[in-house]
Structure formats: structure tokens, C-alpha cells
């Protein structure tokens, strides 16, 4: 057994190479005395449309509003349908419900825990209006099939790209694949501030121009209010923190990178690990496996001094929360969140510690 824990994540050891910056970039809020809507959310937004290959970016207060502002801005009708995976996380859904719309669910493919494109054209109806795709893990849909099915039924696509910055499908960055890109910073993220933050990208001025102000109370000019807003505006100190781990997110993504490799390369057959493609360039903020004796395994890890986690243990529509919103089987998102698990992959593990981790895992049927 390793001497010292390794823990599934941990942010005091993430965040540490960066800790002079972020105290230097405090200092400069701090002292600035200007706290909402500055010089820092101003860079970032024009930082992260340059990284995305994106026109815009519309900073907003967490991943969460970020898809219900996405949502928002399209101006459907209320009880309009929208598609969305059966295996993603709950926030996806709530921001659908939020707007008072109806989320539909379609399978994922079991292979890579993304939207089965051949399973959305069933579920369209003349109420349907947009797609919700969420890159989980970090990887990409493919979003041949999906363009192609919204270009057939004219429907909107929001990117969820909570999990996905630096993502790409066929070399383009998710978040400008279709109308809208969600995105999350939330501390864990390989993008991650040290506090709830969001963003959106998008190529379309219009929408950009209205998420602006719907961001800012529906206000464009102080006190005039055209829409019915939202106060979601990225905080000041977040962005300037955001400023500075942007420029090493190639660096970290690289990092996960390697560390899946080792994981690919190493665990042997007893495991279903992720599936790796030409077409996607894969950011692995998760790496997950599946085993049938998952919860064994997980606790197995935990006793051999290694720390996992379940993205997620209960499906969405197994929710108290989805009691009267969603209804259903969804055997193949049962199977997933029943068998997944997630291994240590952040940008603090050293390849000694993913070789442990792969050494137990191996050793695990063998007992």
C-alpha cells in the first residue's frame, strides 16, 4: 500500500502553482475599488473567445446559468421540448425546467457515454425546439449527426460544456459547434476558478448582444431595462483568476492527457475504459471506468490508499426533484451510473501515482 493517500482531487494542490498570481491579481482588484463587470471580466471574455476560435463570450456566475441564460435568450415558447442525454448531470435539466420547458430525454451510446444520435429523430415531435449536447468527461459529441439533425428539423443546439473546455471534434473547439456553448468553471473543472463561475460562447451577435444585458438585470444602459434579466454577471476577482489559469489550460489538458494514457495503456481487460477516436480530442476532466462490482471496487481503492468518484450515482430521472418532470425507463444511463467509476486524473498527480492506481486496479480481479 502507497505511504500518503492519493486523493481523487484536490484543490489546495491544484491551484498552488498559480497561488502568486492569483494573489497578485487579488491585490489589483482589491485595490482597484471597481468589483462588478471590470477590466478583468472584459480580458477574460475576449481571452476565452480567442482560446475557443469564438466571436463572443458572455461571462456569467456559474455553469448552471450559463445553460439557463442559453436557454433564455432563444425565446421559445413555454412548454416547447427540448432533447437532452438520460446520463447527464441533473444541472443540465434543471436549467430546461427552469425555463419552463420540457426535457426530453434520449438514451446515451454506451461506448461513449454521449447522446446517441440515432436515437433523437424518435423523440422529435412538432413541439421540439432545440438539442442540449453535453461533452461529458471531456469529450466531444459527435456532432456530425447532431448539425445534421438540426439542420433537418430546424432546431437550436446548446453546448454543455461544463466538462469540455479544450475539447474539440474534427480540430474545433466545443462551444462553437453549435448556437450556444454552456460552460462551467466550477473549481474542479480543468478550467476551474476558486468559486462558481460560467461562461457562454457563441458566433451570434444578436444572441450575444441580448445575453449581455440579460446577464445585468435585462439591462443594456443602467436603470432601462429591455428584458426580464437575470443578475449573473462574472464576478471581477473570478475572472482575473481565470486570466491566469487560461493561459497553462493547454498545459493542464496536455497534463490529463498523458495521465490517460498511462490508464489506457495500462489497465487490462477487466475494464471498460473510455474509447478513444481520431475524430475527438479528448480533455479527460473525468476518467472513468466501468465494473460490474463497482462499489466494491471503489471501496477496494479507498483501502488501498487511492480516492474515487461516481459521476453520478443516481440517474436523473431517479431524482425526487424529476418526480413529476420526468418519466421513463433508461436502461442503458441505469447501467452507466450503476457501473461507473472515476479514477485520479487532476493536474496534481504525478505519473508514480496513476501507475499505483493502475497496479491496484489490476490486481483487483485477481483477488
Known sequence: MKDTFIDYENLAKLNAPFFEQ??????????????????NVVEFEQNFSAYNNSKYCVGVASGLDALILSINCLDFEPGSEIIVPSNTYI???LAIVRNGMKPILVEPNINTYNIDTDKIVEKITNKT???VVVHLYGKSCDMDGVLNIANNYNLKIIEDCAQAQGAMFRNKKTGTLGDLGAHSFYPTKNLGALGDAGAI?????GLYLKLKAL???????KYINKYVGFNSRLDEIQAGFLNVKLKALDIINNHKRKLADLYHKGINKNFIKPIVNENYFDVYHIYNIRHN??????KYLFENGIGTEIHYPIPPQNQAAMVNVLSGNYPIAEEIHRTTLSLPISFFHTEDDILYVIECLNAFDAL
Open 129 to 131: 425546439r432545440a438539442i
Open 91 to 93: 444541472a443540465t435539466i
Open 215 to 221: 446577464r445585468n438585470y435585462g439591462s443594456f444602459e
Open 293 to 298: 462490482e463497482r462499489d466494491k471496487l471503489k
Open 201 to 205: 460562447t457563441t458566433n451570434d451577435e
Open 22 to 39: 492569483y494573489q497578485e491579481c487579488f491585490k489589483k482588484v482589491l485595490h482597484s475599488g471597481w468589483y462588478v463587470l471590470g477590466s
